[in-house]
């Protein structure tokens, strides 16, 4: 196996583990599209029971999809890393209904710190928000078996 394949295979093991111990974005309905080394997407319909008062879907669980594309990218080298700081631009308003992708990218990443870009996009591929998330690692492996 290829230095390359064998660093998405680990990306992908720690995903999964993360994914199945990470009940708020089974609930929330997230899926992992894809993941590499440095790299997340993820998805997730928006619901009628997550829009707010003016029908859109509530940015705080906006902010929950690109933070969880952060999280899958960052943890994609197999240490355990966690969010240092994060902030959000809205862009755009996502209704019931719409289909969300969060796609994170790393940016920079050395010894204990990462930045991290994450847009998130509705079904047409039109951007809702933009995300900047900063990481720290902190110790200890995402999954034990490399």
Same mark, same amino acid.
């Given at each position: 196996?290829?230095?390359?394949?064998?660093?998405?295979?680990?990306?992908?093991?720690?995903?999964?583990?993360?994914?199945?111990?990470?009940?708020?974005?089974?609930?929330?309905?997230? #899926?992992?599209?894809?993941?590499?080394?440095?790299? &997340?997407?993820?998805?997730? @319909?928006? %619901?009628?029971?997550? =829009?707010? $008062?003016?029908?859109?879907?509530?940015?705080?669980?906006?902010?929950?999809?690109?933070?969880?594309?952060?999280?899958?990218?960052?943890?994609?080298?197999?240490?355990?890393?966690?969010?240092?700081?994060?902030?959000?631009?809205?862009?755009?308003?996502? #209704?019931?209904?719409?289909?969300?992708?969060?796609? &994170?990218?790393?940016?920079? @990443?050395? %010894?204990?710190?990462? =930045?991290? $870009?994450?847009?998130?996009?509705?079904?047409?591929?039109?951007?809702?928000?933009?995300?900047?998330?900063?990481?720290?690692?902190?110790?200890?492996?995402?999954?034990?078996?490399?």
């Amino acid at each position: 196996m290829s230095d390359e394949n064998a660093a998405t295979a680990r990306a992908e093991r720690a995903a999964a583990a993360m994914f199945e111990r990470d009940r708020a974005s089974q609930a929330l309905g997230m #899926r992992i599209i894809g993941v590499r080394p440095g790299w &997340a997407r993820v998805a997730m @319909r928006v %619901r009628g029971d997550m =829009v707010n $008062g003016h029908g859109l879907c509530h940015g705080g669980l906006v902010f929950a999809l690109a933070d969880s594309a952060f999280a899958f990218a960052c943890n994609s080298h197999n240490d355990v890393t966690v969010a240092a700081a994060a902030s959000i631009d809205f862009l755009a308003a996502a #209704r019931e209904g719409d289909e969300l992708t969060a796609e &994170a990218t790393e940016i920079w @990443r050395a %010894r204990r710190s990462g =930045v991290y $870009g994450i847009t998130v996009s509705n079904q047409r591929g039109e951007p809702v928000a933009l995300f900047r998330g900063r990481s720290h690692r902190i110790d200890g492996r995402v999954v034990d078996r490399e």
